[in-house]
């Protein structure tokens, strides 16, 4: 089945990306004018604003992946993997992505790229043993539809722009200058809005963002993959085992990398809800559970009333990685 036949949304990821580079400059323009306004300094906001737009369009992938320890694995060594990802690449009308494994128990997985042709898919050790051959397809069906969607690119700068802003806010704490020489000092509620505000905003923006793109993944990679329960019984699976202790350890690397996983990886409680940069399990599984009901007619979750088209785990060869 060709791309004629699986309809990718864009989800006017353009537009949001343009915005987010029009705000991040609007915000480091601002600082720069609360730090003094300086010609001698504009240079430098300019190079570091540039420069970590470049440093995340292009290496946010090999970032993701050192992060998690991964290592790109075979199709020798992981042939389930690889026909999973062929087939699904192939009905989307795709390339092949590189595919990894990360040594970590807990279930997860995440993809990366900046587009198709340098996209890559990484599943965790612990997400290939505790979920069937068909859970682990609509896992992956969702993180394919999240690189052809270029969500990808939108959630890198999202988080290039928190970064930029909340390290250009320190600026405002030991650099904090006076405008146009005339002895005026900087507004100290400006700076506070730079310092503790500003960055709060970004991270609420990608917080945002982020969890819109879950929502849209789940509803284009289930069409993708033509079973919604699979990935709705997955992502069950996957709260289980975190809620039950099998979370991530809380480093910088899993951090900057937990926005662009399946589903969040540490143990969330209280306030830290709010802030999750993905929308809450249960109303993931009422939406794809609402989806397989319009496409097959369901009475159990992962369990099609008619079944049709869907594969299951005895299709996929074996693989040394699970």
């Keep these: 089945m060709g791309n004629d036949k699986i309809r990718v949304h864009g989800h006017f ?9 029009a705000l991040m400059w609007a915000v480091i323009m601002l600082i720069w004018w609360l730090t003094g306004a300086s010609q001698d300094t504009l ?7 540039l420069a970590s737009n470049f440093f995340s369009y292009f290496f946010s992938d090999r970032l993701a992946i050192a992060s998690m320890h991964a290592r790109e694995v075979s199709e020798r060594e992981a042939p389930a993997l690889y026909s999973i990802v062929r087939e699904l690449a192939q009905k989307a009308g795709k390339p092949m992505p590189r595919i990894y494994v990360a040594p970590t128990m807990s279930p997860n997985a995440f993809a990366t790229g900046r587009n198709e042709r340098h996209a890559a898919v990484c599943c965790t050790q612990g997400i290939l043993q505790i979920c069937s051959w068909r859970e682990i ?3 992956l069906g969702h993180e394919l539809m999240h690189v052809y969607n270029h969500d990808i690119l939108t959630g890198a700068i999202a988080s290039s722009m928190a970064s930029v802003i909340t390290y250009l806010g320190y600026a405002l704490m030991y650099f904090g200058g006076r405008r146009d020489d005339d002895d005026r000092e900087v507004n100290p509620l400006g700076a506070l809005l730079a310092y ?8 609420l923006i990608q917080m945002a963002i982020s969890r819109t793109r879950e929502y849209d993944a789940d509803e284009d990679g289930s069409r993708l993959t033509g079973d919604p329960a699979a990935l709705a019984s997955a992502l069950e699976r996957i709260e289980s085992s975190v809620a039950s202790g099998n979370a991530m350890p809380v480093t910088s690397g899993t951090q900057s990398t937990a926005a662009v996983m399946i589903a969040a ?6 306030l830290e809800r709010l ?6 399990t249960s109303d993931r599984i009422e939406r ?3 989806m397989d009901r319009e496409m097959h007619g369901v009475s159990e979750m992962g369990q099609s009333s008619q ?5 299951q785990y005895s299709q996929y060869p074996d693989s040394s990685v699970r």
Excluded: D
């Excluded at 990821?13 to 580079?21: A, Q």
């Excluded at 240079?43 to 604003?49: D, H, K, P, Q, S």
């Excluded at 503790?196 to 991270?203: E, K, Q, R, S, V």
């Design 137 to 139: 397809r609509g896992v």
């Design 196 to 203: 503790i505000l500003a960055p709060i905003g970004a991270a």
């Design 43 to 49: 240079a430098l906001y300019i190079v570091i604003g």
């Design 307 to 311: 079944g049709e088209g869907i594969p």
């Design 275 to 280: 802030f999750s940069t993905h929308p809450p």
């Design 288 to 290: 794809l559970m609402q």
């Design 265 to 270: 990886p540490f143990r969330e409680e209280g």
């Design 13 to 21: 990821n353009g537009l949001k990306t343009t915005m987010l580079f």
